[in-house]
């Protein structure tokens, strides 16, 4: 099969609701109320910085950054899964590859563990959200 044969075949419906999940879960996961306190502190950021922020190019690049992993997770997945298979491949993805690369680069950045902890967590519960969903709905 080709790539645009099996881009073709996604079930689009399903790369739009885990992307719509994953935008969710960071909006959670980052609010004050879980861990957006111990977030700001460990980047650096005040309430002044964020609000100076532009929140459309952050939030709308944020949805499409969110849309094209769920498309890449959807691509991988194939259309034989299923919602436990889309759970344990996420939680793979998120581990074996985002965790990883955040460990590397958070050991050259001289970050904390703390960080990395609270930007890991987000990307393991985020990947096994949209596998499941992904692949609940293939």
Not at 87 to 109: D, K, N, P, R, S
Request: proline fraction near 0%.
């Amino acid at each position: 099969m080709d790539f645009g044969t099996a881009i073709a075949g996604l079930n689009w419906l399903a790369v739009f609701l885990a992307a719509v999940a994953a935008f969710i879960i960071g909006a959670i996961w980052y609010s004050r109320k879980v861990f957006g306190h111990a977030w700001m502190m460990e980047v650096g950021l005040t309430e002044e910085a964020i609000g100076r922020g532009n929140m459309s190019l952050i939030f709308g690049g944020t949805f499409l950054l969110q849309l094209v992993a769920a498309t890449a997770l959807a691509f991988f997945l194939g259309s034989g899964s299923d919602w436990l298979i889309g759970l344990q491949v996420g939680v793979l993805v998120a581990v074996c590859w985002i965790a990883t690369a955040y460990g590397i680069t958070y050991f050259f950045e001289q970050r904390s563990l703390r960080l990395y902890l609270i930007n890991a967590g987000y990307y393991l519960v985020l990947f096994a959200t949209m596998g499941s969903i992904i692949g609940a709905l293939n």
